[in-house]
């Protein structure tokens, strides 16, 4: 087992879309909060390092990619929540990301109910953390997709056998 695979370019891209499916579908996997914020914050991590492997992959790019997340607010606010994990306190911020403190109970379950963090991403806009991290995997997508000229052979979606699961949740989804 290599813990470093760099061979392969889309590696980071597979890890972004296992650890999305983990996410996703907390109750189907019966994760426990503590393993689901591990998750999600490894997730934030894996979906920021993204943009280092397709600059590495496609290096004349490099600017475009660059711009193209500094000019996204899903994007932006990924990378500053991985990089206050990574060093604890932010000198110079990509965007208006911080994670408030008011919870809100955004899914349920077959009566287990989890507290869903919101991250403010503008002046006025607050997502919660479950469409911060689809909006940029969607956003990363058409990246993949204009740099490798096709639709990465790697779904979006988790496994359609569990898309039902969905319609049991309330308030909010994957």
Known sequence: MKVTETADPHSNWREILYLWEKVCYWAYYR??????????????????????????EFPKRAPDIERFVNNSKYLSAVGDLANTLKHRKLDKKRSKAVEVEYRWTS???????????????????????FALFRNAIVEYEQVREDLYGTRSDLPLEPAAAWRPLSQHYTQGSC
């Open 31 to 56: 994760t426990p909060e503590d393993e689901l914020r591990r998750q999600m914050k490894t997730l934030l991590i894996v979906l920021w390092n993204e943009k280092d492997w397709l600059k590495s």
């Open 107 to 129: 899914m349920m379950f077959k009566g287990v109910k989890r507290e869903m963090g919101m991250v403010q991403i503008g002046e006025r806009e607050f997502v919660e953390f």
